[in-house]
């Protein structure tokens, strides 16, 4: 059983920072991709950003690009989100999620080529 825990959300003013946090457990950790997605209230669940399974190469979705930074931490099975210069627009659950392919190449958005989730950590930036 694959299982993964994020932490670090919380409530911070525009313009401030949060750094989440996913420790995961139950397979080889090193040898996926990861990826961050987050779901605001009556909206679908989005992409945010992609770590290769060395660590070597990220993606971000243009909303979040300058201002977050994806990282990993194989030796801790974790990786991470460091999110600075939040936005309201950035309120949301977010989750992250181990891509489905060993060593997947090329990276991928798509909500069904992750096949295990975490909980999700609130983050909320008040107007």
């Known amino acids: 059983q694959v299982q993964l825990v994020e932490s670090g959300g919380g409530l911070v003013q525009t313009g401030g920072s949060l750094r989440l946090s996913c420790a995961a457990s139950?397979?080889?950790?090193?040898?996926?991709?990861m990826g961050w997605f987050r779901q605001a209230p009556g909206k679908e669940r989005e992409f945010v950003a992609a770590?290769?399974?060395?660590?070597?190469?990220?993606y971000y979705a243009d909303s979040v690009k300058g201002r977050f930074t994806i990282s990993r931490d194989n030796a801790k099975n974790s990786v991470y989100l460091q999110m600075n210069s939040l936005k309201p627009e950035d309120t949301a659950v977010y989750y992250c999620?181990?891509?489905?392919?060993?060593?997947?190449?090329?990276?991928?958005?798509?909500?069904?080529?992750?096949?295990?989730w975490g909980q999700g950590t609130q983050v909320t930036v008040p107007s």
């Open positions: 999620a181990v891509d489905r392919q060993f060593q997947r190449v090329v990276f991928t958005t798509t909500r069904s080529q992750y096949n295990y």
């Open positions: 139950g397979r080889t950790f090193s040898s996926y991709n």
């Open positions: 770590i290769s399974w060395s660590g070597r190469r990220t």
